[in-house]
């Protein structure tokens, strides 16, 4: 019922910048009761969490590795969110998953399994 759609990723430069993007529909609940967070998943390794971002949009959460390179944004007003990825490292090479769940709790925000709801995943490739 509840569907996430995304957009972006492709092939960039090491440095580069890339924004991948999420749209969701068939909402039972308000967008803003969601918490939103974005995972990757790379050949060989476990999917990993990589953002999320509270319901009010007030506090944002990041993998180390990603921390201070790459944004996580909400647009409650479309129903829409946003990984913004800049210097982009070889090392981010990965599919990208956008995840939304209504119910999840803080505790459980760096937890794959406890999203309901995903996207179709995105490739994001870092190459020269």
């Known amino acids: 019922q509840v569907h996430l759609v995304q957009s972006g990723g492709g092939l960039v430069q090491p440095g580069g910048s890339l924004t991948v993007s999420c749209a969701a529909s068939g909402l039972s609940d308000s967008f803003r009761r969601y918490v939103l967070g974005w995972f990757r998943q790379a050949p060989g390794k476990d999917r990993e969490f990589v953002a999320a971002?509270?319901?009010?949009?007030?506090?944002?959460y990041y993998l180390d590795s990603v921390r201070g390179r790459f944004t996580i944004s909400r647009d409650n007003a479309k129903n829409t969110f946003h990984l913004q990825m800049n210097s982009l490292k070889p090392e981010d090479t990965a599919v990208y998953y956008c995840?939304?769940?209504?119910?999840?709790?803080?505790?459980?925000?760096?937890?794959?399994?406890?999203?309901?709801?995903w996207g179709q995943g995105t490739q994001v490739t870092v190459s020269s």
């Open positions: 995840a939304a769940d209504s119910s999840l709790i803080q505790s459980s925000y760096r937890q794959h399994t406890q999203y309901d709801y």
């Open positions: 971002i509270t319901r009010s949009g007030g506090n944002t």
